[in-house]
């Protein structure tokens, strides 16, 4: 498989003061730290974590709406991590980011045909008229009626609305989509749709996807790979399939089993996640995870575990890995 | 907090010497002194003689470090307007009737206010909550000179009730004092009805309620106390308003106070009284700005814990 | 589109929250009409400002003839009413546009590029909230002279204050917004936000300040002149005529009156207007 985005030791910490100003204080939330991962041709990449541990950063540092505090981010041969915004243009057009929340990411006073025509005014693509009319192709190319493009983004549903925000993803043709939890906002009856949808767009115009979700039964639905997150840093890392069925870190473990399962006869024994997270200001020489763990042994609180090899394809950062020999 | 009142003190004087330096090198640069040919015919020589007198032939540097020297000696000069007596000693003689008139509104007109917003706040969309937000907006958006001329038609003149003007009677304080309460009265209306309504809608409020306090205890025990906290920083606007406002009362109802003599120390181009009232005024404010501040400091608990 | 429910535009909310609210409508159809009476101000009045036609009906009482009366020197004193009003409202709205000229640029720099220009433009906010404009206004017009040139300037050099802390406000919580992001994620300049995001979404505020910043370009006007370092006469302005007023008081009280009658309720009406405007685009502000 030939990768299209090669991340490298990429960290982005936010250094906060409160206080008055005779009695700064400082403290460091380390956001994102040290992740690496690939993403592959035409292949969807799970990031998955729950809430908090750095996933939206991660898709904001990709398109660098936040300057990464270190690490790689390479495109195209060319490390974008550290390029000056006026040099950022091209891989601005091939890489694109769908967000979360569609009320908020369609400027209200704009209307739909101009939303999605925006990323061609920016790079100064086609003349005010052709826009237009590229426009309607481009809803309709998402399952919208073209009709809509007079109107204004409060007169759509959610799904529609995420469906334009896609559309604008879309309309500078990128190489890689990044989508951050595109569908928590919606209802459930339009989740399916919008993720069928992204499906659609990936095999028919070959583009690779980071699918940005805290929801794993989704994830496994969509994803070739997974990555999964906690507090910033990346627990494992594999083939989706591979992953649901042998786990190598207690973190995804934890995460499988709080899948709810419908059938409550096919439950097996479950890990539940206990005890107190870590607290934000800990040592960076620790494993985030050993409160709260099952399988911690005496240094996970004195080492920080590396991302290893733990199988063809796989990676932990685990210093005692559930894998084949272990168990 | 003890680095903090300091910083601001000093903050202050150096407020108090900026403005010195600004409103007196404005003043004695911009033509037309007070011995101009078209108010008082004089002979060159005269008038070349007066100036030297009062020192006005000097560069400005020198006169204004002069000046300042004798202020540090609490010397404001001579008024040229009544050169018979010193600035110091016209306003010890003028102060007095402005901070009679002006802490008399300051001392009827909050608690009515507080009282008209709580009525307000209590009794919502009632005659009350009316008249409340009805007398606010009046006191609020209308110029004070405004009110006054009312209140002498209606009382003074219709009426023919209490006298207009004049300053050796009580009676004829009714009048500039009520002119006065209404800027307290209108904004502490607005202000307690809104901060009565929010703390209302705090879930501590309705605890309260069901442990079965009696109704008088929680609002003006407990309700009062919270929303009392954000109404202290209203009190520099008023003070503000005051102030401002004895500029026009004074001159209206005929008191010989500060607000008065400021108006006249400007038409007259009387320099000396001019830059004393001007220099009084910059550190009057400041201190009522720095007492809110430091008030709201103290009583606010989020701050105070620290 | 197959939902049932009728999908209405947030403009659609904001005004039938401001004609729910009785006192603001009210407010903008006497502004309306007074507008309309000063623009018309040669039609409809007997006679011009200055014009000392009625010497011997001096100091009349209100009539048929003269429907506010007569002043001191034989000036009607309708016709003067009217005149002043288009200083009035001409200095409010020039003085309000001065403002809107000067504050939201310097509101919208300082929300956009934050850094030194907003630390700078901050700190200048702070202290114009301290000093009391009306003593230094004073002070100004006292050493500069009055004059309508001179007023306007006074009055804009505060008014753009309370339009700059609006516009920066909402700057700030635009800036914010997911859509700006996406905006800049695609590789948007400032230039492009500024225009195609930040300024339309920031037009709301700027209509409520400006229609806020008139009454007090008036007020200010009318206590200037009112003191006698405002307009210069013959030019007729509410404050002044209160002030000439305050003679003839104690027999003539019409002299005074009526200039203060239509002070106060212009005053009133157009803060009252602002105000219902206000709440109407953002309920949450209200009370502010
Ligand atoms: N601008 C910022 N300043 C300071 N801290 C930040 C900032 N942005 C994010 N954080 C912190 O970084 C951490 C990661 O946030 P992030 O939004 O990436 O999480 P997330 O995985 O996307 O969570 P969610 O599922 O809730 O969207 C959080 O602890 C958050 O508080
Ligand atoms: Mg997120």
């Known amino acids: 498989m030939k990768t299209v985005l090669k991340i490298e030791g990429l960290s982005k910490h936010f250094v906060s003061r409160s206080g008055p100003s005779w009695r700064r204080r400082e403290s460091v939330v380390r956001a994102v730290d040290g992740v690496s991962f690939e993403l592959g041709e035409n292949e969807v990449l799970g990031l998955v974590g729950e809430s908090g541990c750095g996933k939206s950063t991660t898709g904001s540092l990709i398109v660098r709406l936040l300057d990464p505090t270190s690490g790689s981010i390479i495109h195209r041969g060319l490390d974008i991590a550290c390029l000056p915004e006026t040099e950022l243009l091209e891989s601005r057009k091939k890489i694109q980011l769908i967000f979360q929340d569609p009320f908020a990411s369609l400027d209200p006073m704009m209307t ?45 549903s959610g799904g529609q609305r995420q469906r334009i925000a896609i559309a604008r993803a879309l309309a500078l043709d990128p190489e890689i989509l990044i989508a951050d939890e595109p569908t928590s906002a919606l209802d459930v009856s339009v989740k ?43 627990m494992e890392y594999g083939p989706t399939g591979e992953i649901f069925a042998r786990p190598n870190h207690p973190y995804t473990r934890a995460l499988l089993d709080a899948i709810p399962v419908p059938d409550p006869m096919k439950r097996g024994k479950r890990t539940i996640i206990r005890g107190e997270a870590l607290a934000p200001d800990a040592s960076e020489e620790i494993c985030p995870f050993y409160p709260r763990c099952e399988r911690r042994g005496a240094d996970c609180d004195r080492k920080r575990p590396p991302l290893v090899e733990t199988g063809r394809g796989r990676f932990a950062a685990c210093l005692y890995p559930e894998t084949e020999a272990v168990r | 907090m003890f680095t903090y009142v300091l910083k601001r003190l000093v903050s202050l004087v150096v407020t108090f010497f900026v403005v010195s330096m600004i409103i007196f090198s404005l003043m004695h640069s911009i033509p037309g002194g007070p011995f101009d040919e078209d108010k008082m ?12 007198q009062y020192g006005l032939d000097k560069p400005l540097a020198v006169q204004y470090v002069r000046y300042m020297e004798s202020v540090l000696r609490f010397d404001f000069g001579i008024p040229y307007q009544s050169p018979g007596e010193t600035v110091v000693a016209l306003l010890s003689r003028a102060w007095p009737p402005s901070f009679l008139l002006g802490g008399l509104g300051l001392l009827i007109g909050t608690p009515l206010g507080i009282l008209l917003g709580i009525a307000a706040a209590l009794r919502r969309n009632r005659p009350v909550d009316y008249i409340a937000s009805a007398v606010s907006t009046l006191g609020i958006t209308v110029p004070i000179y ?96 005051i102030t401002t406002g004895s500029i026009f009362v004074e001159q209206m109802f005929r008191v010989p106070g500060l607000g008065s003599y400021f108006v006249t120390s400007i038409s007259k181009r009387d320099y000396p009284l001019e830059m004393a009232l001007i220099l009084l005024l910059t550190l009057m404010v400041g201190i009522a700005y720095i007492v809110t501040d430091i008030a709201y400091y103290y009583l606010n608990p989020r701050t105070r814990i620290k | 589109m197959n939902d049932l429910t009728v999908v209405r535009s947030p403009g659609f ?133 009055g004059g309508i040139l001179n007023i306007i300037i006074i009055s804009s050099a505060f008014g753009w204050v309370g339009v700059a802390r609006l516009v920066r406000g909402q700057v700030l919580t635009v800036k914010g917004r997911e859509f700006v992001q996406a905006a800049r994620a695609m590789g948007a300049g400032s230039k492009h936000i500024i225009v195609r995001h930040l300024i339309p979404n920031s037009i709301s505020p700027i209509i409520v300040g400006f229609v806020l910043a008139i009454p007090q370009a008036m007020m200010l006007e009318a206590s200037l002149s009112f003191l006698g370092v405002g307009i210069n006469p013959p030019i007729p302005s509410w404050g002044q005529m209160i002030s000439d007023g305050l003679y003839f008081m104690f027999f003539y009280w019409h002299l005074p009156l009526f200039p203060t009658l239509f002070l106060a309720v212009t005053v009133l009406t157009t803060s009252i207007f602002g105000d219902g405007l206000r709440d109407a685009f953002d309920p949450t502000l209200k009370g502010k």
């Open chain 1, 112 to 156: 739909l045909g101009e939303i999605v025509a925006e990323p061609w005014e920016i790079h100064g693509i086609y003349g005010p008229k052709e826009r237009r009319n590229e426009a309607v192709h481009l809803l309709e190319s998402v399952g919208l009626d073209g009709e809509l493009s007079g109107r204004y983004p409060h007169e759509l």
């Open chain 1, 192 to 234: 399916a749709q919008i993720i069928n949808l992204l499906g659609d767009i990936r095999d028919t115009r070959g583009l690779s996807m980071i699918f940005i979700s805290h929801d794993l039964s989704m994830v496994r639905h969509i994803s070739q790979r997974i990555v999964v997150m906690y507090l910033g840093r990346i």
């Open chain 2, 41 to 52: 015919p004089l002979s060159p020589a005269a008038k070349a003689k007066i100036m030297a």
């Open chain 2, 146 to 241: 405004v009110i006054s001329l009312m209140l002498m038609l209606v009382f003074g003149v219709w009426l023919k009730w209490l006298p207009t003007n004049g300053w050796g009677n009580p009676v004829s304080w009714i009048l500039p004092v009520a002119a006065y309460a209404i800027v307290p009265l209108a904004t502490f209306a607005r202000y307690t009805r809104s901060s009565f309504l929010d703390v209302l809608n705090k879930p501590f409020v309705t605890v309260l309620m069901a442990k079965g306090l009696p109704y008088r205890t929680v609002i003006f025990k407990h309700v009062l106390k919270n929303a009392a906290i954000p109404m202290v920083t209203i009190f520099f606007p008023i003070f503000i308003g």
């Open chain 3, 13 to 145: 909310y904001a005004r039938r929250r401001f004609f729910d609210n009785k006192a603001s409508v009210f407010s903008g159809a006497f502004i309306i009409l007074l507008t309309a009476a000063a623009i018309a101000a040669p039609l409809i009045t007997p006679s011009s400002y200055a014009d000392q036609k009625y010497l011997d009906e001096a100091l009349a009482f209100p009539s048929a003839r003269h429907w506010f009366g007569v002043d001191n020197v034989g000036r009607d004193l309708y016709a003067r009413i009217i005149y002043g009003a288009r200083v009035s409202l001409g200095i409010g709205v020039v003085s309000a546009l001065a403002s809107i000229a000067i504050g939201v640029p310097l509101g919208a720099a300082a929300g956009f590029f934050g850094g030194v220009i907003d630390w700078i433009v901050t700190r200048i906010v702070e202290i114009f909230s301290v000093i009391p404009p009306l003593l230094v206004a004073i002070l100004a017009a006292s050493l500069f002279g």
